[in-house]
């Protein structure tokens, strides 16, 4: 499972994207892996995706796991 949140604010949906991680994986026994995405208007563009490298660098780490756990 991929857990995704995001928000305006320097946060990026972290609270609620803690208890979700925590509650599925209590659920399950297979791999829960999320990643937070802050300040999604100055982070991500609609053409060319998550567009700060540091944050992009992790979607990647977190996303490559997640396909490996398929």
Do not use: C, W
């Not at 857990?3 to 609270?15: E, I, K, V």
């Not at 208890?19 to 659920?27: C, G, N, Q």
């Amino acid at each position: 499972m991929f857990l995704l949140a995001t928000s305006p604010g320097a946060h990026g949906g972290q609270t609620a994207l803690g208890i979700a991680a925590a509650k599925f994986t209590r659920m399950t026994d297979k791999s829960v892996v999320h990643f937070s995405l802050p300040s999604f208007m100055e982070n991500f563009s609609e053409e060319n995706g998550i567009t700060n490298n540091e944050l992009l660098e992790k979607f990647n780490i977190e996303m490559t796991s997640f396909t490996d756990s398929l």
